[in-house]
């Protein structure tokens, strides 16, 4: 590991005015649980690491008039625990219960997981971001079972690492971002984005921002996150699908449908979306619904297998939301 300096400040105001406007001079240090590993592969080098553990502002979650405030620096068990979030966002807690090792539920952090780098091997294994070598991407010809099957054009093959974010993002949530020179908020919708280039990043935050909390609307909706995995032990999952249903009687008013680690960022899948307004969720709508999602995939030479996964996620999912038993 590089030799870095090291800063622990304990309020906001502070750690944004440790941030530089390059990336790769200062990280932030939260959990650690992805910092650290891409630390001693040096895969990040930053010549000053700030940890923001000791901020109280970044902790807590709390329901207000607004919406619903869940910090930055709350634990994945500590969302998974807490009352409200259990009663009113199963797909959140869903979610958060996929990372299946007790000790990065007890270590990460919410913000950690929407900000975790790809866990894409060619970017882990020193390829750079996308992948490439002698500036032709190696993943269309090479070993790319669990890479895109959705939005995968190019120039980015990974699929977004983020466990909560498509559950967020079919709430309508929000992030907000803090820098020295002050904040704003953005959907979490809008917070994934695809690099273009090997400086981008797979995020809307910039090098002088903090990630500070994250913000859910009010509104009753019927929400379920459902995953499917290759094993049950510590993993990423194949494909997960996270929906949330607002209901008119027995029929649906409006649907969000977003798919996770199938595309590099989180899907928003709006055919399935159209399909399911105005309909009950039966068995058969569930599956038509699963099918539309999937319309657009274009897989590559290994991962076609995604495809039916996904459909079956989609389905699972909405029968869940629609029965209460997320």
Excluded at 28 to 45: I, Y
Excluded at 99 to 119: H, K
Excluded at 230 to 237: G, S
């Amino acid at each position: 590991m590089q030799a870095f300096e090291y800063a622990s400040p304990t309020t906001v105001k502070e750690a944004a005015a440790l941030l530089q406007n390059k990336w790769g001079e200062v990280d932030v240090l939260a959990g650690g649980t992805d910092q650290l590993t891409l630390m001693k592969e040096r895969l990040a080098t930053p010549s000053k690491l700030v940890n923001v553990k000791g901020i109280k502002e970044l902790g807590g979650i709390s329901a207000g008039k607004a919406g619903f405030r869940i910090g930055a620096a709350v634990t994945l068990d500590e969302l998974m625990e807490n009352a409200e979030v259990r009663k009113n966002y199963p797909s959140l807690v869903a979610a958060a219960r996929g990372v299946s090792s007790p000790q990065i539920r007890n270590m990460g952090t919410v913000g950690g997981d929407l900000c975790q780098r790809p866990r894409c091997w060619y970017y882990r294994n020193g390829f750079g971001l996308l992948g490439t070598k002698d500036g032709k991407s190696l993943i269309p010809g090479g070993e790319n079972r669990y890479h895109a099957i959705l939005g995968n054009s190019g120039p980015a093959y990974f699929v977004s690492a983020s466990s909560l974010g498509p559950a967020l993002i079919s709430l309508g949530a929000k992030v907000k971002l803090v820098s020295a020179s002050g904040s704003r908020e953005v959907a979490a919708d809008k917070f994934f984005v695809t690099p273009q280039n090997e400086n981008s990043r797979e995020i809307a935050l910039l090098p002088n921002e903090l990630l500070t909390e994250i913000l859910i609307p009010r509104e009753a909706t019927k929400n379920a996150t459902y995953e499917l995995r290759q094993k049950e032990a510590l993993d990423w999952p194949l494909v997960s699908a996270s929906v949330a249903l607002k209901m008119k009687g027995s029929t649906v008013a409006s649907a969000r449908v977003v798919l996770g680690h199938v595309a590099p960022t989180p899907w928003a899948a709006s055919q399935a979306e159209q399909l399911l307004a105005g309909k009950s969720i039966t068995e058969s709508v569930a599956e038509e619904a699963g099918k539309a999602a999937l319309a657009s995939a274009t897989p590559l030479s290994q991962n076609a297998y995604k495809v039916q996964l996904a459909r079956v996620a989609v389905k699972r999912a909405l029968l869940a939301a629609a029965s209460g038993r997320a």
